[in-house]
């Protein structure tokens, strides 16, 4: 699935924090994040022709009319794992690049229960025997796939430490993420192993929070009082034969390449920008191995070169590469129908240059963003200044 974006552009962003928020459903943080974005666009609800929304487990977002405004607007709910965000970003897209409205908004809440998801295998076509193994349990997935990655790659499995330490530095400096205190490498090392060599604070949560966008034809964006950021490019790809993702891990005799792989391949060349020239990324990083994997599946560097990279500082807010800038999946946990979102509100302030203590330096002028999900489905996007 891809979306004609050359007429495209963000002209409003709204967020509710990410986190655990007690006594507030996640209906109202979708409230929340859609009105500070209305707000942004300098608009009011009434003058969305369009609006796409998604949620996994805190009910459907079209109710949020209730609390917006009942205008009668056209109102679609989606649902695609962890790629609902981005499927409701291509969603109002598509609407606007059809020409059928001129503006949309794309909205994603949730407010999971505490604990791990606890996913049914029968819901995703898979025998009773997978889950009786423990293989629904996600952390077993990413770990042999990690375990997999660095034995191929001769990479040592300290990165892990290091990359989870830098989300926690980074979500710090981030108002709205859930985890704001840093952590050294050794204490996220020495904390509970969970499945080798994948410890509890490489690890995101389920959690809670919010993001909405106010889309436009880039023709209007002058009519909006904010600075627009362009969408060059959203594709999604689904699992193609012989890949191992969650879910659906099997070993083909024929290896596949991964929906991560194919989506991003097609987002940069939809959008006629190299890999070479992102200035900053936000990509899914479900546990530090899955950022690792995610950095060379993208084509953001080749395999085996994260260990230099990281090393050297290359994927830090001053470095040559930044990478989840606010902290990732692992700071702020993962609401799902939010999560994907999120990755675009923060490059939208990066490229507005409004990101404060997190800002990426050089005015950064291309951002690219990546979502990884079961069973097999992966969201990428590129957005210029």
């Keep these: ?44 609800w009434p003058d969305i022709e369009f ?6 487990a805190a009910g459907p977002p079209d109710t949020m009319v209730s609390d917006l405004g009942l205008t009668g607007v056209p109102f679609v709910n989606v649902s695609n794992g962890c790629a609902t965000g981005g499927t409701a970003l291509l969603t109002a897209m598509a ?7 001129r503006n949309a908004m794309a909205v994603g809440f949730d407010k999971h229960p505490r604990g791990a998801f606890n996913a049914d295998p029968a819901s995703h076509g898979i025998g009773a025997w997978y889950g009786e193994t423990g293989m629904m349990l996600t952390t077993q997935f990413f770990a042999l796939k990690i375990q997999r990655y660095l034995h191929e790659h001769g990479i040592e499995s300290g990165v892990l430490a290091r990359i ?31 499945s080798d060599p994948l410890t509890k604070l490489m690890f995101c949560s389920p959690g809670e929070g919010g993001v909405a966008l106010v889309l436009c ?75 690792l994997m995610h950095m ?27 990478i989840n800038t606010d902290g990732g999946c692992i700071a702020n946990g993962e609401p799902i129908g939010a999560s994907g979102l999120r990755q675009i509100y923060e490059n939208v302030l990066q490229l507005r240059g409004a990101a ?21 489905v992966s969201a990428c996007t590129v957005m210029t200044r």
């Design 164 to 194: 989870a330490e830098k989300a926690y530095r980074n979500g710090a400096q981030n108002p709205n993420a859930w985890r704001t205190q840093t952590v050294t490498a050794e204490e996220i090392a020495a904390s509970p192993m969970l």
């Design 51 to 56: 609006a796409v929304g998604g949620s996994a």
């Design 95 to 101: 609407a606007i690049s059809s020409g059928a409205v």
């Design 296 to 322: 060379a599946e993208t084509g953001l560097c080749k395999h085996g070169e994260q260990e230099a990279l990281l090393a050297r500082g290359g994927t830090e807010i001053g470095g040559e590469l930044p």
């Design 217 to 291: 034809a880039a023709e209007d964006a002058s009519k909006y009082p904010g600075t627009p950021v362009f969408l060059r490019s959203a594709v999604m790809k689904t699992r193609q034969f012989g890949s191992f993702e969650v879910f659906s891990p099997w070993l083909s005799p024929e290896r596949g390449s991964s929906p991560s792989e194919d989506a991003a391949r097609a987002a940069f060349e939809e959008a006629g920008v190299d890999p070479a020239d992102v200035d900053v990324a936000q990509i899914q990083d479900t546990e530090s191995g899955a950022e």
């Design 1 to 44: 699935m891809t979306s004609s974006t050359q007429d495209i552009a963000i002209v409003g962003i709204g967020m509710h924090p990410f986190g655990r928020h007690d006594g507030v459903s996640g209906r109202q943080q979708g409230v929340h994040a859609a009105r500070a974005a209305l707000r942004d666009a300098g608009i009011i």
């Design 356 to 376: 404060g203590p997190r800002q990426v330096p050089g005015e950064p002028r291309t951002a690219f963003s990546h979502v990884y999900g079961a069973p097999g």
